[in-house]
């Protein structure tokens, strides 16, 4: 019952989503299309296109079958976006790891005045995300990492599942790039405004990442995903002590957090 009750949810994403009969055939037969190529072994690169309607903003995306369940996670699932973010809708916003674009589009679908700086290193990605978000003139893509200096560093792409793809190895037998990397007071400095709104999807590095920053936590809004254990997470959310933690268990350590600052400080810049 519980695979079917999946399957049917899956299959719904595309009619919810899709605005045209080819589109919502194309996300509802998604996941099934994944099964049968992760049953039988076989590989595929294909990269698919949908249009769908998010608000008052219409785009073709581009993505393959893994990528499906990011769909729903993102646009129909809406885990980035809380109430709180509609009381003063946030100028400036960082996608850090921002996939193939679903969160930037969210962002900018919800938003549509804010600026969005999207940060991707893995290069499949980063081509899809610029292929879905092109034409649009507030989002800036940037083909970098977060690390906690600027340079190089070795980036461990997993082909099977992108989403982990990750500056980490983490038992990933993919294949190595080598990427730019920049550390996040860099980004929020490059970013030409005071930035409202992170949001993160990083894959490890996110204790790295923001310990080494000095302006994180005058930012108002920061929402993400960590792989973790509790204590893990206990350890991150000690670094914001002006913030309010709301914290949501997605899976066996991963947990969605939103993080809300309490009272307004000066931007320091």
């Not at 037969?29 to 608000?55: D, G």
């Not at 792989?227 to 969605?256: C, G, T, W």
Request: aromatic letters at 8%.
């Amino acid at each position: 019952m519980g695979k079917f009750s999946t399957g049917l949810k899956y299959a719904s994403l595309g009619l919810g989503l899709g605005v045209d009969m080819r589109s919502r055939w194309v996300l509802a037969s998604m996941l099934p299309r994944l099964k049968m190529h992760r049953a039988l072994s076989l590989s595929n690169s294909n990269i698919y296109t949908a249009t769908v309607q998010l608000e008052q903003l219409r785009r073709t995306v581009h993505f393959r079958d893994q990528d499906i369940f990011i769909f729903r996670e993102v646009l129909v699932d809406n885990v980035y976006l809380e109430p709180d973010l509609y009381k003063e809708p946030p100028r400036c916003i960082l996608d850090l790891g921002a996939h193939i674009g679903l969160a930037t589009l969210r962002f900018a679908a919800a938003f549509p005045k804010a600026t969005i700086h999207s940060y991707e290193p893995d290069p499949e990605n980063f081509r899809l995300l610029n292929l879905s978000v092109q034409g649009l003139p507030n989002i800036v893509l940037h083909q970098e990492a977060l690390g906690t200096t600027i340079g190089k560093a070795t980036l461990y792409v997993n082909p099977d599942k992108h989403t982990a793809t990750s500056l980490k190895a983490n038992g990933n037998h993919g294949p190595k790039v080598v990427c730019s990397v920049t550390a996040l007071d860099v980004a929020i400095r490059q970013a030409g405004a005071a930035v409202d709104l992170i949001k993160f999807d990083i894959e490890g590095v996110e204790q790295e990442v923001f310990s080494g920053s000095e302006l994180a936590h005058q930012v108002k809004h920061i929402v993400g995903e960590m792989k973790a254990s509790p204590a893990e997470i206990d350890v991150f959310l000690r670094l914001f002590p002006d913030h309010k933690a709301e914290i949501r268990q997605a899976a066996k350590n991963m947990y969605m957090i939103h993080l809300h600052k309490r009272s307004e400080e000066p931007w320091e810049r």
